[in-house]
Nanobody
Framework: QVQLVESGGGLVQAGDSLRLSCAASIRTFSSYNMAWFRQAPEKEREFVAAISRTGNTAHADPVKARFTISRDNAKNTVYLQMNSLTPEDTAVYYC????????????WGQGTQVTVSS
């Protein structure tokens, strides 16, 4: 079974940076499209960023100027570099994977908490 494990979350102050990591136990990791989602208290889960198997990226408007998704296929890991964090970024961040290029994501991690204080 595919397993995704997020790490790197924590409590930071506004303006700080964090780098989240998602370690994937996938034999053919390089063939998977990866993404980050987040869910704040009392809000729906929302898309944050995605990176294709070929390295193309997409970032949601609220974070596109501050967050960067990347992947290291040699390490079976996807990253989310988050800069200039604000309290609005407080949420549980989830890693997701899918083998297809469109549609729903098939696999999800357990999430890592990011809390940004003012």
């Amino acid at each position: 079974q595919v397993q995704l494990v997020e790490s790197g979350g924590g409590l930071v102050q506004a303006g700080d940076s964090l780098r989240l990591s998602c370690a994937a136990s996938i034999r053919t990791f390089s063939s998977y499209n990866m993404a980050w989602f987040r869910q704040a208290p009392e809000k729906e889960r929302e898309f944050v960023a995605a990176i294709s198997r070929t390295g193309n990226t997409a970032h949601a408007d609220p974070v596109k100027a501050r967050f960067t998704i990347s992947r290291d296929n040699a390490k079976n890991t996807v990253y989310l570099q988050m800069n200039s964090l604000t309290p609005e970024d407080t949420a549980v961040y989830y890693c997701a994977a899918r083998s297809r290029n469109i549609g729903l994501y098939d696999y999800w991690g357990q999430g890592t908490q990011v809390t940004v204080s003012s």
